[in-house]
């Protein structure tokens, strides 16, 4: 028989078992860093959200609860661990969140002179670049008649202007004006099962049928209300009050406890004396509560193209030639013009006099509201009560959108790499193999890689609105609409002294592709981060004691 030789079998069986230890090894190191690095973000951005709170309350210049709860998100393109021959070429976002309070402001009254310096802002970082995102707003809501066209607050939807979400609370505000038979808007709030304004079987609730109550969406379709034998035990439904100074609570408040009566509170009672009160109405058909701080009797044919509410930034509007836009309110470049507006807090103060009046006459003090001044949640840079469910405005995700895309740049002659010039023949990726021995050192070198490129890396925000506080919109015709960043001088002052992150608005593709951009016919802002790559790594064996 011939002799089987066992010696090339054994070597082959240990080269294989070698290469598996070897592979094993190298997964185990690529998810150990992997998970590293996502912890570290993850302590990073929680190290950033109480840092933020605590700059927001230790602020010398101008201290605000803005940061109570601060929510941070932290995004960094790194390098991904990789088993590449040649190196990582990869790169991955690391996302976290992270969220701290400070305390010490988490109880802080806010009254109607503060709001302003204290809106709620959500802080996104970006490979370095800081964006303030506010959740709120405080502006004068007017109050839409039940007739006259609603705003179309155009979005630019896949190259076509489809109407806004503010089109549809339009519409939903005229349709809700005739459950009052005309006489007044009805301005809603949330009655949570077990208080007195919550009613189910047998009962009206006050001005609402149990169909109109438990119509949750308030579209007038009751098919999609729940069944009556769930209604009792709903945690909770709609209810309503005519927005008029019949139901509106003027008198002073007392220190005896009063029954619910359906009136609309403006007015507390603190240690025997008056305190304002700030109920939440969804006021303007949006399907939220707004804050309310003042209102106005003041008469709707005096707010002037005040049908062209939102979205803010489109279409500028005037009260008598004296009010500022809703633009420059969520801008933080201007204040509400309380006495153009005749706005006031009932139970608390008088109403103010009308300017210029001849001969001096107050504002009204009774009637149909026809305005608000409000903090707006829906208002803001971030609706974080978006629901693409009851959405209607073409929008149907808000937020850090998947899309993302890397760009390496290759330019022949030298000007896009970090070490620019000729005689780097632009970007490259240089591979060299080989044995390349080098008396001098005893070593044989098996492989170099140089790299000299910049990685151009774009990711996409979704805004909920044009608030004006990165960019001023020009108007345009269309989907055309341009504009320019907020100067530094404007930005830093409504951002602590920081300068503003976007270098480019309207146009985000052509001449402005590697800058930081908004676009405001579809509200999405395009961060883009140039990061440049410049490593050489070498693979070598020591011969020193020979070859």
Not at 197 to 223: A, M, P, V
Not at 274 to 283: C, K
Not at 378 to 393: A, E, N, R, V
Request: hydrophobic share 35%.
């Amino acid at each position: 028989m011939r002799k089987v030789n066992n010696k090339a079998q054994a070597i082959i069986e240990i080269g294989i078992f070698g290469a598996i230890v070897i592979f094993l090894l190298g997964a185990i190191i690529r998810t150990h860093l992997s998970n590293t690095q996502a912890q570290s973000h993850q302590i990073k951005a929680m190290k950033l959200a109480l840092l933020q709170s605590f700059k927001g309350y230790n602020n010398p210049a101008k201290p605000n609860s803005s940061h109570n709860s601060a929510t941070v998100l932290f995004i960094e393109d790194r390098f991904a661990a990789d088993l590449n021959k040649f190196g990582t070429i990869e790169r991955t976002p690391f996302i976290a969140s992270g969220s701290g309070t400070m305390s010490n402001r988490l109880m802080f009254p806010i009254d109607s002179g503060e709001v302003r310096d204290n809106l709620p802002i959500m802080d996104v970082f970006i490979n370095g670049q800081h964006f303030p995102l506010t959740t709120a707003a405080f502006v004068f809501r007017p109050v839409y008649q039940q007739s006259g066209p609603c705003p179309d607050d155009a979005v630019a939807i896949n190259g076509s202007r489809v109407y806004g979400q503010e089109h549809y609370n339009c519409q939903r505000q005229q349709r809700e004006w005739a459950i009052s038979s005309g006489t007044a808007p009805l301005f809603f709030s949330i009655a949570v099962n077990g208080t007195a304004q919550f009613c189910s079987h047998g009962c009206l609730n006050d001005f609402l049928t149990e169909d109109q109550s438990f119509n949750l969406k308030r579209d007038g379709d009751f098919s999609s209300n729940p069944p009556y034998e769930l209604h009792p035990s709903m945690a909770w439904q709609w209810y309503a009050v005519p927005g008029d100074s019949g139901h509106i609570e003027s008198k002073a408040p007392s220190n005896t406890p009063e029954p619910f009566d359906g009136r609309i509170n403006f007015g507390a009672s603190q240690n025997g004396q008056p305190e304002p009160n700030y109920p939440s109405l969804d006021m303007a058909g949006t399907l939220h509560e707004q804050t309310i701080y003042q209102i106005t009797y003041l008469a709707s044919s005096t707010l002037n193209d005040a049908q062209h509410l939102n979205n803010p930034s489109l279409i500028p509007y005037k009260i008598n030639g004296l009010f500022l836009s809703l633009t420059q309110q969520l801008n933080n470049s201007g204040t509400i013009n309380i006495n153009a507006l005749c706005l006031y807090h009932p139970g608390i103060e008088g109403p103010p006099q009308i300017p210029g009046a001849t001969p001096p006459a107050l504002c009204p003090s009774s009637g149909t509201i026809t305005g608000a001044a409000v903090l707006d949640s829906q208002l803001g840079d971030i609706d974080l009560s978006f629901d693409p469910k009851t959405s209607q405005g073409g929008i149907n995700h808000i937020g850090l959108l998947p899309q993302m895309a890397i760009f390496t740049w290759v330019s022949p002659d030298g000007t896009v790499g970090v070490n620019q010039g000729p005689s780097h023949g632009g970007t490259y990726l240089e591979i060299k193999e080989g044995q390349l021995y080098n008396p001098e050192t005893h070593r044989v070198v098996r492989s170099v890689s140089r790299t000299d490129h910049v990685d151009l890396i774009s990711h996409m925000i979704q805004l909920s609105n044009n608030t004006g506080r990165f960019c001023q919109i020009s108007l345009g015709t269309g989907i055309s609409w341009m504009g320019y960043p907020v100067s530094y001088s404007d930005y830093a002052q409504a951002n602590n002294g920081e300068a503003n992150p976007v270098q480019a608005c309207g146009d985000c593709w052509t001449t402005n592709f590697a800058l930081t951009c908004f676009e405001p016919a579809s509200r999405i802002l395009y961060v883009r981060s140039s990061i440049g790559d410049t490593h050489v790594r070498k693979w070598f064996t020591d011969v020193t004691k020979g070859l």
